[in-house]
T-cell receptor
Framework: GAGVSQSPRYKVAKRGQDVALRCDPI?????LFWYQQALGQGPEFLTY????????KSGLPSDRFFAERPEGSVSTLKIQRTQQEDSAVYLC????????????FGQGTRLTVV | AQSVTQPDIHITVSEGASLELRCNYS??????LFWYVQSPGQGLQLLLK??????LVQGIKGFEAEFKRSQSSFNLRKPSVHWSDAAEYFC??????????????FGTGTQLKVEL
């Protein structure tokens, strides 16, 4: 597709359930970022991939959060044993080069943990 | 650590009036600065960015921003607001050894309402 695609758009999870959020970046984009946006807040950096290498995971809030990009294209953000504080919009962004080109954002996945 | 402050949570302007959204940043080196707009249910769209050079940056949709190093500011302006500009606006600073200019730290956003 022409833009960054995220699925599902909405996810309701029961507390303790595992979830997987998918990001399809723009084809050929080297860099991929995940951000978490809590209600009424700005997005916060979670993790960064350059191709298949996860170069920065300093923003992941706990070891329940795990991200991968095994073939350097599609990425999955997995949250284990979800908690209510995990409720947020998860945004994915990709950029063509290794960091300074324009980053294009997907529409996000809204996760609600009940 | 880098940070961004957007002091105005909500701003209301009349259609056709001028607009200025404030942004102050804290960063230890020359910053990469961005303004993004987010409409309900939509992802973030880049309005403009500053990496270096001319401190007055032109963006899409008639927006501009001015980088003032002495004030650590990067305020967004538009001379005449349209009703379709109603949205949330985020200022961001980018940088880092990994991720380059696109490892972004965002402000908390300013919600713009446009009165007809």
């Amino acid at each position: 597709g022409a833009g960054v695609s995220q699925s599902p758009r909405y996810k309701v999870a029961k507390r303790g359930q595992d979830v997987a959020l998918r990001c399809d970046p723009i084809s050929g984009h080297v860099s991929l970022f995940w951000y978490q946006q809590a209600l009424g807040q700005g997005p916060e950096f979670l993790t960064y991939f350059q191709n298949e290498a996860q170069l920065d995971k300093s923003g992941l809030p706990s070891d329940r959060f795990f991200a991968e990009r095994p073939e350097g294209s599609v990425s999955t953000l997995k949250i284990q044993r979800t908690q209510q504080e995990d409720s947020a919009v998860y945004l994915c962004a990709s950029s063509l080069d290794r960091g300074n080109g324009e980053a294009f954002f997907g529409q996000g996945t809204r996760l609600t943990v009940v | 650590a880098q940070s961004v402050t957007q002091p105005d949570i909500h701003i209301t302007v009349s259609e056709g009036a001028s607009l200025e959204l404030r942004c102050n940043y804290s960063y230890g080196a020359t910053p990469y600065l961005f303004w993004y707009v987010q409409s309900p249910g939509q992802g973030l769209q880049l309005l403009l960015k500053y990496f270096s050079g001319d401190t007055l940056v032109q963006g899409i949709k008639g927006f501009e921003a001015e980088f003032k190093r002495s004030q650590s500011s990067f305020n967004l302006r538009k001379p005449s607001v349209h009703w379709s500009d109603a949205a949330e606006y985020f200022c961001a600073v980018g940088g880092g050894l990994t991720g380059g200019g696109n490892k972004l730290t965002f402000g908390t956003g300013t919600q713009l309402k446009v009165e007809l």
